[in-house]
């Protein structure tokens, strides 16, 4: 019995000996690295830090950009762009109008000589038979003089050299000087009418065909009464083209005139009688209304002209109706003044280009076709060239010296 007790006993120490060494083996193996942990979504992400930046501590206050050194040096200041400043342009003073047309004598005689040497050549010759006479006659028709005013001069000249006998070339031209003067006429008022004695301000309008200059004309003359003493308002009633009124406006604003415009393609009527309404706001001296250029063969037109000179003399009556003529159109400018003198009650011409041109006899033709005299004229491109017509100047240049 004591035997296998004995025999028990160890074979539980053998057992027990060999569960250590399977346990101690089983020790000794290195274990499997744990699973990497998933990220925290709900953590916020951790900054980024290069280079000494990553030894500042998280709990430190954050610096503004002011306190960060940039790379390259301290951070460039960007200036704001300054605001454009638009002055106001500088207000000319025009040229006197006083002697102005003998101040242009120059420009007048270099086109019209021509005129004056031939007619004073024909006259020169010894024997005036009815052929020289026929010569004479056709030198002042083609200088548009017009048949029934020509046929007076040579009719005048005629009498008087046939009482006067011997001639000099003194008193040839001395007749010549008077004659022509007779046909333009010395006793005619050719001052612009701008100042009537009931009320202020003096209203005129300007009319002509298109291309006669009659944008240029308007602001050249608002330079005229500005030079002598008046004050101006500008309405560019030619709503049609759209640079007409940027043109005008450009004008006035030389020499301080104020321009009052619509819309483009606007009621030219309604222009007109805002500008009318403005100067008498304003106190102004003179209101100048630029009408659109018309065709005279477009009736719709002509009486749309006629409209805007309705609407002004709801205001007050129109002192001057100044139509502008193109002196180099010839005979075709006396059928348009004939057109615009029944829609309109013409009350002044005005000749453009007469410098380029050596028919000056338009002059003498358009005042016998409508009544009314040449107040103005235009000898060139300058803003002061626009001078007003003296008859004496005048026949001065195209006899010549």
Not at 245 to 262: F, I, K, N, P, S
């Amino acid at each position: 019995m004591e035997t296998v007790i004995l025999a028990v006993v160890i074979a539980v120490v053998v057992l027990g000996a060999l569960g250590g060494l399977i346990v101690g083996s089983r020790r000794r193996k290195s274990l499997p690295p744990p699973p990497p942990k998933a990220p925290d979504i709900t953590a916020p992400p951790a900054e980024p830090h290069v280079g000494e930046e990553a030894e500042t501590p998280r709990d430190e206050p954050r610096r503004t950009i002011e306190e960060v050194d940039l790379p390259g040096g301290p951070p460039v200041a960007v200036e704001e762009p300054p605001v454009p400043v638009i002055e106001a342009p500088e207000i000319e003073i025009p040229e006197p109008t006083a002697g102005r047309l003998v101040r242009l004598r120059s420009r007048l005689s270099r086109s019209q000589n021509v005129l004056g040497k031939g007619l004073l050549t024909l006259l020169s010759r010894e024997h005036l038979d009815d052929e020289t006479w026929e010569e004479i006659e056709d030198t002042l028709i083609t200088a548009d003089v017009g048949v029934q005013p020509t046929q007076e001069l040579v009719e005048g000249l005629r009498e008087r050299v046939k009482v006067l006998g011997t001639r000099t070339p003194e008193e040839l031209r001395g007749l010549l000087r008077e004659e022509l003067l007779k046909l333009v006429g010395t006793d005619v008022d050719r001052t612009v009418k701008t100042e009537p004695a009931d009320r202020k301000p003096g209203i005129v309008m300007v009319v002509g065909v298109n291309g006669t200059g009659k944008t240029t004309t308007t602001g050249k003359l608002a330079r005229v009464l500005v030079a002598d003493g008046r004050s101006v308002v500008l309405g560019a009633a030619d709503t049609f083209r759209a640079a007409a009124a940027d043109q005008l406006q450009t004008w006035g604003e030389r020499v301080g005139a104020y321009t009052v415009r619509g819309p483009e393609a606007g009621d030219p009527a309604s222009v007109a009688f805002d500008a009318v309404n403005e100067g008498k706001e304003m106190g102004v001296d003179v209101v100048l209304i630029d009408t659109a250029g018309r065709l005279h063969t477009k009736t719709g037109l002509m009486d749309e002209l006629g409209k805007v000179k309705r609407v002004v003399e709801k205001h007050a009556p129109l002192d001057e109706v100044l139509l502008v003529l193109d002196a180099t159109t010839g005979q075709n400018g006396l059928v348009q003044a004939r057109v615009f003198a029944e829609v309109v009650d013409i009350t002044g011409i005005v000749l453009t280009k007469l410098d380029g041109t050596a028919k000056g006899g338009i002059v003498v033709a358009v005042q016998r076709e409508l009544g009314v005299p040449v107040k103005l004229i235009g000898l060139g491109e300058g803003a002061d060239d626009l001078a007003p017509f003296e008859p004496e100047a005048f026949v001065d240049a195209l006899i010549g010296d």
